[in-house]
């Protein structure tokens, strides 16, 4: 990642990240899905991370749709 990336949201359930993700992309903002679960046992976090020029515009979509 050649920008300047910042996490944006947390979660230990992978389908909720995964929902903000789409959530941010189809607002037309770049988010990608670290998944940092144990694969064995589910336990762990998952973060979104966002482009930092477009962290406050992601912020507001998030508060706004209560994810």
Same mark, same amino acid.
């Given at each position: 990642?050649?920008?300047?990336?910042? &996490? %944006? =949201? +947390?979660? +230990?359930?992978? =389908? &909720? /990240?995964?929902?903000?993700?789409?959530?941010?992309?189809?607002?037309? %903002?770049? /988010?990608?899905?670290?998944? &940092? @679960?144990? +694969?064995?046992? &589910? *336990?762990? $976090?998952?973060? %979104?991370?966002?482009?930092? @020029?477009? *962290?406050? @515009? /992601?912020? $507001?979509? %998030?508060? @706004?749709?209560?994810?």
């Amino acid at each position: 990642m050649d920008k300047d990336w910042v &996490k %944006i =949201y +947390t979660s +230990t359930d992978f =389908y &909720k /990240a995964e929902i903000v993700r789409q959530v941010l992309i189809d607002h037309d %903002i770049e /988010a990608v899905l670290m998944n &940092k @679960q144990d +694969t064995s046992y &589910k *336990f762990g $976090e998952v973060h %979104i991370n966002v482009p930092n @020029q477009h *962290f406050q @515009q /992601a912020l $507001e979509i %998030i508060l @706004q749709n209560d994810l």
